[in-house]
Structure formats: structure tokens, C-alpha cells
């Protein structure tokens, strides 16, 4: 029902209604001063109307494959008793886009991918917060409403690509954070070194959420540390750069006290490094990973963001040009917010390209930078200037509602490869218990979560092997220590062409030595299903006390 087209043409019509009733009350008084009590109101009422929208969209069925990584780590997490441990390792050096999952898992929400979506939402409500008090600092009540319902009618007609749980939900609220922090202290909100060394762990952490992130991060500190340094507050630069070093201080010693030190470096830094900055993953050369024809041809020409991000480009190419006298004059003695914002701004544009995939759900990093830096150029934009930038503005935002509700569709089209899902499903489910791992070696992260299992090798993907990274002998070690460590009952060689992701081009078990050599010895072959090979582990030999 959600789907028809009348009712598709309802939430249009709601959509639209709102946002020229909010443009209209905006233009007609523009300074008018929304009390407290009148801004929470109009805030609550904007997040209901995306949760309202939102959840009768909501399905239980993979739309991203990540989406079917983390939550494999959950139900993994959820398995072994070692649960920090797992946390770290099992969750492709992301704990922090995991434990919103976890949390949800332990606080009765089942593990799917309904929930998952559930929890993305959450995390994006506080975002939609978080921006707004960021953009009243110095924008005021009235355009930060504006400005926030912007992002909202964004957010409520989202792409099924964009709502399914990913790393950049818990990143962007997690940046978004640190953001407002840092101009909460700019504009004097807090002097606390308690505070100071809650922004330092916050900002600290970034990485363990998302490699992408570190750059924006480190930007925020900076920043953070420079405002700091102007007002000579050396007791909280103490505790911020406390903070920030904290994060991972406390994981080195976890993994020294171990001994594995070396599984943290290898999986936390260079794992990512190498994707990030060669051409190990993506074949993609560096150069040609910022080239105008790629940011054209990747973040503006898409059905599901393409008009909004479009449009906030333009107000923040345009806006600067035309306040430059007013901007410019500010600059000398309130610099800072300026510098910080643009900044901020290339660095979310550096972290949707700098690894070189086309990968949709990074464009979401672009739109909270790009509305903080066109809320910040606003507020001194001249009057006559800012009504038609405000209207553009939400212009943009429905027309692309409008292209979003379209484009929403129940229908995937047919993959061949959802009957072979159902069938190695099916054959896990009746020949192992809820409590027995499983390995699939491939990229098909949603077998796990369909037959509820834990991954009994510490990633749920295997592409890892097929490249040309000094870390493999790190992860064959690492295979080998967690097969007999946990010892899967259940080994699926998936990698096959047109069945797993890239299956063409990533290595299957047996091109692997030392992965070929421990499946013959501990496994058999018992089922070939549409060229996925089923193996179960070999019962241990009983051992006779009778002589």
C-alpha cells in the first residue's frame, strides 16, 4: 500500500505543504525570534514526520550487503563469551558501527535488517538534533529550522540504498557530535575539562567507526585545540589531547596484554591504509579518484541524492561570492568557524572519493558539511540575498522528494542468486544448531543473518586473500588460529562467479595453500548446490581408554 501511487502523491502533498508553509513563515519575518519552547515544538514535529514516513517503508530484507556485515558481527558478538574481543575482531575493525546493533540486539530488538534500519533512523534523529544546534549558534532559531528541514525532507523519502543500516550512520552522528562541540565551545558553552576529555575520547574513537573518518577527526581536534590555545585554556588542552589519545591507548594495551599488538596495527591501520591509498582494492589510480569528470559523474548524477547535493553545491559556491564583503570583514576577528567549516567541507567531499569506489552510501557524509557551511554563510548573507538562497534551497529539497517517492520501489529485480540463498540456507539451518559457527568463504555476508549463525572465521568476507597485501600471511594466520580456535561445524566455498560479490575476480578456498590444505584435512564434502560446495567438519576421532 505504501508503495501505490496515490499514497506516494499523499506524502508529496504533505512534503510540500510543509515546506511552503515553513518558507512562507520564514520570509514573511525572517527575524522573527522563535521562543525555546516554539523551536522544540516545530523540531519534534519534523522528527515525527520522518519517523512517521520512514516506518511503514521499513523491510526485513538485505538492500546493502554491509548492512549483512555488521550484523553478522552482532550475532557473532552474541555467540562467544569473550565479548570485547570479539567486538574488536570480528567486526571488520569497526566496533563502533556495530554497537549501536548490539545494543539493540541486548535490548530485545531482534537481529535483522528491519532493525537495523530502526537504528540507523535513531542514529540520523540525533543528527537532525545535533545540526540544529550547531546552525542556532550562529544562524539563529528561525534559519536553523530552515536549515534542518532541509535535511529532514531529505531523510524522510530517502533511497532504500541510503536508509539500510551502514558505517556512515554511526559516523556522521558521531562527527556531527564532535562538530557541535567544538562551536560549543567557540561561542562559549562550555568550559569544563570533563566535557573537554568527553570531546577528546569522541573524537579519538571516529576511526573505530570508520577509517574515512580520521581525516574530519583530526580536523575537529585541531581546531578544537587552536580555540583553545587563543583563549591560552591550557587545562583543557591537557584533558582534550588526554581524551583523544585514549581510545587508543586502552585498545593497544588490550591487545599487548595478549600479545596480539600486531592484529590491531595490521587490522586497524594498514588494512585500511591499503584501501584507502592504493590500488589494492580499487583499481582506480589516485589521481583520477579526485578528477572533476568522477565527482560530476559520481556524486551529482544519481536519481537518490543528485538534485539535493546539486543544489547545496551551488548555494555554497555561490553564497561566499555574494557575502564576500560582510564574510570578509567578520573574517578578521571571528575566523576560525569560516576556516573550520570549509575545511571540514573538502574533507567530507575527500572522504566520498579518496578510495576510489563508487560506493553509494559514502555521498552520505557530503550533506551535514554542506549544510553547516551554507547555515554559516547565510547568516551574513544579506537579507534580500538570503530569501532567494532559502528558497533554493528548499526548492532543491522537494524536488527531490518528489524524484526520491518515484523512484521508491518495493520491486527489486530478480536475482537468480536469492533461490541459491535460500537453498544453502536452508541446507544450514537443518544440519547445524543456532549455536554452531559457520564459514562462507565468498562475499555473501547475508547467508549468516538469514540462517542465524555465528561466522566462525573473524571475517564474515574472505576477499581479503586475493590481494597483493603483505597482510595476508597475517590473515591466513589468523584463519587458521580462528578455525581451530572455533571451530565451524559448516564451510561454504561461495566465491563463484555470478553468485558472489566480485566472484570473478576474488580467489576461491582451494587457490588459497594453506586455507585448501586445512579444509581437506578437517573437512568433507557432503553438497554442491548450484556450484556453491557445502563441506562439514570431520567428527573428531573417539578416543578409546580401553586397551
Known amino acids: 500500500m505504501v508503495y501505490n501511487l496515490y499514497f506516494k502523491l499523499f506524502l508529496f502533498v504533505v512534503f510540500f505543504l510543509s515546506t511552503l508553509w515553513i518558507y512562507k513563515v520564514y520570509i514573511n519575518d525572517p527575524k522573527h525570534k522563535v521562543s525555546g519552547k516554539g523551536a522544540a515544538a516545530i523540531i519534534a514535529s519534523i522528527l515525527a514526520l520522518i519517523w512517521a514516513v520512514r516506518v511503514p517503508f521499513l523491510r526485513d530484507r538485505e538492500y546493502d550487503i554491509d548492512t549483512s556485515t555488521w550484523l553478522s558481527a552482532v550475532i557473532a558478538i552474541n555467540h562467544y563469551p569473550d565479548k570485547l574481543w ?7 575493525a569497526r566496533p563502533l558501527t ?20 530502526i537504528i540507523g533512523l535513531l542514529l540520523w534523529t540525533g543528527t537532525v538534533l545535533l545540526l540544529y544546534q550547531v546552525c542556532k549558534l550562529f544562524a539563529g532559531k528561525s534559519l536553523s ?5 532541509s535535511l529532514a525532507l531529505f531523510l524522510g523519502t530517502i533511497c532504500h540504498i541510503f536508509a539500510a543500516y551502514n558505517s556512515e550512520h554511526s559516523s556522521i552522528f558521531m562527527v556531527t557530535a564532535g562538530v557541535a562541540l567544538f562551536f560549543l565551545y567557540v561561542y562559549r558553552r562550555w568550559t569544563s575539562p570533563a566535557v573537554a576529555t568527553f570531546a577528546g575520547i569522541l573524537l579519538g574513537s571516529l576511526v573505530y567507526a570508520k577509517f574515512q573518518n580520521a581525516p574530519m577527526g583530526l580536523l575537529t581536534g585541531a581546531f578544537l585545540l587552536l580555540a583553545m590555545a587563543q583563549r591560552k585554556d591550557w587545562r583543557n588542552i591537557a584533558a582534550l589531547l588526554v581524551g583523544c589519545l585514549l581510545p587508543t591507548v586502552l585498545i593497544n594495551v588490550f591487545y599487548g596484554l595478549r600479545g596480539k599488538l600486531d592484529v590491531f596495527w595490521n587490522n586497524y591501520f ?36 543528485g538534485i539535493y547535493v546539486l543544489t547545496l553545491a551551488m548555494l555554497a559556491v555561490v553564497l561566499p561570492v555574494l557575502s564576500f564583503k560582510k564574510w570578509s570583514s567578520e573574517f578578521k576577528t571571528n575566523w576560525i568557524p569560516f576556516v573550520f567549516t570549509f575545511l571540514l567541507l573538502l574533507l567530507s567531499i575527500y572522504a566520498v572519493l579518496q578510495s576510489g569506489n563508487n560506493f553509494e552510501h559514502y555521498k552520505l557524509f557530503l550533506f551535514v558539511p554542506l549544510l553547516i557551511f551554507n547555515a554559516l554563510f547565510l547568516s551574513v548573507t544579506q537579507p534580500e540575498i538570503r530569501k532567494y538562497a532559502v528558497g533554493l534551497l528548499l526548492l532543491g529539497g522537494i524536488v527531490q522528494t518528489a524524484v526520491s517517492l518515484k ?3 518495493q520491486d527489486i529485480a530478480y536475482d537468480k542468486r536469492d533461490d541459491i540463498d535460500k537453498k544453502v540456507v536452508g541446507h544450514i539451518v537443518q ?3 543456532s549455536s ?26 574472505t576477499f581479503h586473500f586475493s590481494m597483493k597485501s603483505p597482510l595476508v600471511p597475517n590473515w591466513t594466520r589468523d584463519f587458521v588460529e580462528d578455525m581451530e580456535e572455533n571451530k565451524p561445524k559448516i564451510f561454504i566455498e561461495a566465491m563463484i562467479r555470478d553468485y558472489s560479490e566480485r566472484g570473478d575476480v576474488f580467489l576461491p578456498h582451494d587457490k588459497v595453500p594453506v586455507v585448501r590444505e586445512y579444509v581437506q584435512r578437517h573437512y568433507r564434502l557432503v553438497r554442491e548446490l548450484n556450484g556453491v560446495r557445502i563441506f562439514h567438519r570431520k567428527e573428531a576421532p573417539a578416543i578409546s581408554l580401553l586397551r
Open 407 to 409: 523512484y521508491l520501489d
Open 431 to 433: 544440519n547445524s544448531r
Open 270 to 305: 594498514w588494512n585500511y591504509f591499503y584501501y584507502s591509498f592504493t590500488t589494492q582494492f580499487s583499481s582506480m589510480p589516485i589521481a583520477e579518484r579526485f578528477s572533476p569528470g568522477r565527482v560530476v559523474r559520481f556524486i551529482f548524477y544519481a536519481t537518490s541524492s
Open 145 to 149: 529550522l530552515v536549515m534542518t528541514w
Open 86 to 92: 570479539t567486538l574488536l575482531n570480528y567486526t571488520d
Open 98 to 117: 556495530v554497537f549501536p546493533l548490539l545494543a539493540g540486539s541486548w535490548a530485545g530488538m531482534p537481529v535483522n535488517y528491519s532493525s537495523a534500519e
Open 436 to 461: 554452531d559457527p559457520v564459514v562462507v568463504w565468498g562475499w555473501r555476508d547475508g547467508l549468516l543473518v538469514d540462517a542465524q549463525r555465528p561466522m566462525g572465521y573473524r571475517d564474515v568476507h
